[in-house]
């Protein structure tokens, strides 16, 4: 048995544990904040084969990037779709450019084809709240009116907006670098302008940590 096996083993034999402590006071599961769910079969098997019945409270959040949510996937966690309360996508671009460059070579125009299809779901009343999030950094921060209104046309009902926060992942040089939202970045003052845009004061959006940098 490999490594990897092993590993996906101890895993869900500790998340069956944690399902089956108190089942009746199992309110709220967020599947995930460490990665995108539907790559991992650990939480793929999770979202197919969760019993609604066997948690009476239970309500889902799902934080995706939803490039692999398709109709086929969607169809196989048919159980859980009365479940889900909130359904993220982040997405940290509104441009074909800088989705690719932020994404890896991702392609915004299938993302496109992901959200219209999120849209007809919510449409009918499976997904309680569709909210679409960014994280702000220097390569995107001048697309965040632009990212409201690609909302818009995918009927998203939140939008959240975050600073970029240093998990390890850059150096200090290049986190620096990156952080437009922090007032020693060279071009804050222009994130400040950005910021004043009539479309990022509605309602529905929230600036989360960056009214508080």
């Given amino acids: 048995m490999s490594a990897n096996e092993v590993e996906r083993i ?12 108190n089942p009746a006071g199992l309110h709220t599961l967020y599947v995930t904040g460490s990665g995108d769910p539907f790559a991992s079969p650990l939480f793929r098997k999770l979202l197919q084969t969760l019993d609604p019945n066997s948690y009476p409270n239970l309500r889902l959040r799902l934080h995706t990037n939803g490039l692999l949510l398709t109709p086929d996937l969607w169809r196989s966690m048919a159980k859980i779709h ?3 309360d909130e359904l993220e996508v982040s997405i940290d671009a509104a441009t074909d450019a800088t989705y690719r460059r932020l994404r890896r070579g991702g392609e915004l125009a299938l ?3 992901r959200l219209a299809f999120l849209q007809s779901v919510r ?3 499976h997904i309680r709240r569709l909210v679409f999030s960014f994280v702000v950094q220097q390569e995107n921060f001048a697309e965040m009116p632009e990212f409201v209104a690609l909302g818009d046309r995918y009927g998203a009902d939140r939008f959240y907006f975050s600073g970029l926060i240093n998990w390890g992942t850059f150096s200090a040089k290049e986190y620096s670098d990156l952080a437009v939202h922090r007032p020693s970045h060279p071009r804050h003052s222009e994130f400040l302008s950005v910021l ?17 940098i």
């Fill in 111 to 113: 993302l496109r084809q």
């Fill in 123 to 125: 449409r009918e009343g």
């Fill in 10 to 21: 101890r895993a869900e034999a500790i998340q069956n544990q944690l399902l089956s402590w």
């Fill in 196 to 212: 004043s845009h009539p479309s990022l004061s509605r309602h529905n959006v929230s600036l989360g940590n960056l009214t508080s």
């Fill in 82 to 84: 009365s479940l889900i």
